[in-house]
Every structure is written in structure tokens, then in C-alpha cells.
């Protein structure tokens, strides 16, 4: 059985910082592409970063540009988002994805294969 699992949320202050974890078990990520998507409540879902599968390119939502980086280790099977200088409206549920496509950007959330459940972020004082 194919899955993504994210990890590595939770409550932080204003200015803080956390790292998230995406796993892959029942497949090898070497592959696959990763995507990063948010979703605050009443709010669509919001593309935040895309790895390519060697993780030779990154892209990034102008949102989090500077702050957050997004890295790989293929060994592990895992990939990380690592979200500095956090603010209240990054405030939402973090899920990852994975595709099989090469794009020069956020590709649309509806072009990956596969989900995690997501995993709660709040920034909040």
C-alpha cells in the first residue's frame, strides 16, 4: 500500500520555527516529485513548494519565499519543509503529495498521485 505520511507539526509562536517531514512507505520517492499544499479553514488549498525528484529544482509560493525551504533525502525515503520566521496566516493544515511530473513550478494540486492526512500547524501567541 502506497502512502505518505507528514509529520512534525504544532503549535509555535509568532517567529518561530518547525520542520515537517513527509515519509513514503509501499514506494520509493526517487521517482516522484513533492509537493507541499496548506489549507487554513474556509480557505482553498494553497500550493507552497515543489521538489523534483533529485531535488535539483525547487519552487516556492511567493507566500513563503525566503522562509520556508524545502529539501530531500532519498536515502530516507523522506522529504522536509523546513518553516522559519512562522506567522499567524501560516496558520493550517500541511499536507504533501507526490507526482510522478516535472514542472518549472507549483504544479496544481490535482496532477498528484498520492496524499498524506495532513498534519496541523498553528502560530499563534
Known amino acids: 500500500q502506497k502512502q505518505l505520511v507528514e509529520s512534525g507539526g504544532g503549535l509555535v509562536q509568532p517567529g518561530g520555527s518547525l520542520t515537517l517531514s513527509c515519509a513514503a512507505s509501499?514506494?520509493?520517492?526517487?521517482?516522484?516529485?513533492i509537493g507541499w499544499f496548506r489549507q487554513a479553514p474556509g480557505k482553498e488549498r494553497e500550493g507552497v513548494s515543489y521538489?523534483?525528484?533529485?531535488?535539483?529544482?525547487?519552487y516556492y509560493a511567493d507566500s513563503v519565499k525566503g522562509r520556508f525551504t524545502v529539501t530531500r533525502d532519498n536515502a530516507k525515503n523522506t522529504v522536509y519543509l523546513q518553516m522559519n520566521s512562522l506567522k499567524p496566516e501560516d496558520t493550517a493544515v500541511y499536507y504533501c503529495?507526490?507526482?510522478?511530473?516535472?514542472?518549472?513550478?507549483?504544479?496544481?494540486?490535482?496532477?498528484?498521485?498520492?496524499w498524506g492526512q495532513g498534519t496541523q500547524v498553528t502560530v499563534s501567541s
Open positions: 509501499g514506494f520509493t520517492l526517487d521517482y516522484y516529485a
Open positions: 503529495a507526490a507526482t510522478e511530473l516535472v514542472a518549472a513550478g507549483i504544479l496544481p494540486w490535482d496532477e498528484y498521485d498520492y
Open positions: 521538489i523534483r525528484s533529485s531535488g535539483e529544482r525547487t
